[in-house]
């Protein structure tokens, strides 16, 4: 990552998505988003942080958001 990257906790990025923190937990994370692409865990430990271009720029495709709408359901 480079130092433009932003890192969320799930709670930001509940607040900037507009879903709830716990569909992301449960619902999105690893199977919408993706460990190493969506979120890294640092230091191999349980905090969880999400990188927010990279899902920004996802949530632009349209492939992906269809695949978003189905992580939810």
């Known amino acids: 990552m480079d130092a433009a990257t932003t890192y ?3 709670e930001e990025l509940s607040s900037r998505i507009k879903y709830d ?3 992301i937990r449960n619902q999105l994370k690893d199977s919408v988003l993706l460990e190493g692409v969506h979120y890294i865990r640092p230091f191999g ?5 999400y990188l927010w271009e990279r899902i920004e720029e996802d949530m ?3 492939s ?3 695949q978003l709408m189905a992580g939810i359901q």
């Open 8 to 10: 969320l906790t799930t």
């Open 21 to 23: 923190a716990r569909t």
């Open 45 to 49: 430990g349980r905090k969880i942080l």
């Open 60 to 62: 632009q495709r349209p």
């Open 64 to 66: 992906h958001v269809g």
